[in-house]
């Protein structure tokens, strides 16, 4: 399995970006999105079952932003709305080979290469 990820820029505090993350099409259990400040640990932001009918946000995320899938062309949304400055990080996308929804970025089998989010207050 192969992921992309894209969509990462620079933004000013309230708005909004649209990450992308593109995979190679192969059936995964959980595709999810965790993100690395300067300095921080790995964190998790949201995840959502292959087949969609689950979704997961970390408290931070919750309600501000939206995971989606595009099964026409393999890919994973996620909808970042009302940025705030505490959103800059490097945005990763990650998938599971089989299992349900986890937290814990160890638990992920493979990743994509990080996107840059800059929110400037």
């Known amino acids: 399995v192969q992921l992309q990820a894209s969509g990462g820029g620079w933004v000013q505090a309230g708005g909004s970006l649209r990450l992308s993350c593109a995979d190679s099409?192969?059936?995964?259990?959980?595709v999810s999105w965790f993100r690395q400040a300067p300095g921080k640990e790995r964190e998790f932001v949201a995840a959502?079952?292959?087949?969609?009918?689950?979704?997961s946000y970390a408290d931070s995320t919750k309600g501000r932003f939206t995971i989606s899938r595009d099964n026409r062309d393999n890919t994973v949304y996620l909808q970042m709305n009302s940025l705030k400055p505490e959103d800059t990080a490097a945005y990763y996308c990650?998938?599971?080979?089989?299992?349900?929804?986890?937290?814990?970025?160890?638990?992920?089998?493979?990743w994509g290469q990080g996107t840059l989010v800059t929110v400037s207050s």
């Open positions: 099409g192969r059936i995964v259990s959980v």
């Open positions: 959502m079952t292959w087949r969609g009918d689950r979704k």
């Open positions: 990650a998938a599971r080979r089989s299992g349900g929804i986890v937290t814990t970025s160890k638990d992920y089998n493979y």
